[in-house]
């Protein structure tokens, strides 16, 4: 059960890296374009989308988190391991 519930959080946070990269690097910069008079529809859409993007990956980010917490010492091992 540790390795699943560790794979799944590595998954999740190696996702949530990519996804804050992305929007770094690309989504934030392209805001710029999108002029005063549609900015606060742009804003409330891109919002409303990007929940539906990092809501799953935090959700299981935060689950594994606090399952891991309940098994230190075999989490030590595997780490160890690895």
């Given amino acids: 059960m540790v390795d699943l519930v560790l794979t799944l959080h590595a998954v999740a946070t190696i996702s949530m890296v990519g996804v804050i990269w992305y929007v ?3 989504h ?29 990956l935090m959700l299981t980010e935060a689950a594994t988190a606090v399952t891991l917490l309940f098994f ?3 989490v030590s091992e595997k780490l160890r391991a690895f």
């Fill in 24 to 26: 770094q690097l690309v």
């Fill in 28 to 56: 934030y910069p392209l805001m710029a374009l999108v002029g005063n008079g549609n900015f606060p529809k742009f804003e409330s859409e891109h919002q409303r989308r990007t929940t539906w993007v990092v809501a799953p």
């Fill in 72 to 74: 230190p010492d075999a």
